[in-house]
């Protein structure tokens, strides 16, 4: 399959929805579910590595794609909500198939990460307001605000109350 970016705000809704239909998700999904429901689709292996912060100061997260597999690595010393939305960001990359970084500096020493024939994906600290102003000639930013996209509703099938008398309680 070979990856073309949205071109406009509507494409890119339904391009993220195809996705998750394409995921096959479970109703009840946890996030070991979704890493193994992109694994599927993707045909890559994912492995997803906790790793230290020294150097790290401008990135969360980062891939590292090869033709079969897919290796995240996040932050260790983040919060555990916001790991686990990295997490769920760069496997959402992984499911649409996305390769070549823009917000990674060449000098970066995530590339330290990075063995040859591997591709880096990284997610920065700041994440540009995609909802809006997204211009669809940047091919970068366009990837990114489909995994933003993709991600938030992954999150909200994880988080969403498990039972409809949780639900209740938020009125
Ligand atoms: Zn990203």
């Not at 990674?104 to 307001?129: C, F, M, N, S, Y």
């Amino acid at each position: 399959m070979t990856y073309t970016a949205s071109r406009n705000q509507h494409e890119l809704r339904s391009r993220v929805e195809a996705q998750l239909r394409r995921l096959k998700l479970p109703a009840e999904a946890e996030l070991t579910d979704i890493v193994e429901c992109v694994a599927h689709a993707s045909g890559r292996r994912i492995v997803v590595e906790p790793v230290g912060d020294r150097d790290w100061e401008n990135i969360t997260g980062l891939v590292l794609l090869t033709a079969d597999s897919a290796k995240i690595l996040v932050r260790k010393s983040d919060p555990r909500w916001y790991q686990f939305h990295t997490v769920l960001h760069e496997l959402s990359h992984v499911a649409f198939g996305h390769t070549g970084c823009t917000t990674l500096p060449i000098k970066h020493p995530g590339h330290e990460h990075a063995r040859a024939g591997q591709t880096v994906l990284a997610r920065g600290i700041a994440t540009p307001d995609f909802e809006e102003d997204l211009d669809f000639n940047e091919t970068g930013l366009v990837m990114e605000a489909e995994a933003e996209k993709l991600s938030q509703m992954l999150s909200r099938l994880v988080l969403r109350p498990r039972h409809g008398r949780d639900e209740a309680v938020f009125g």
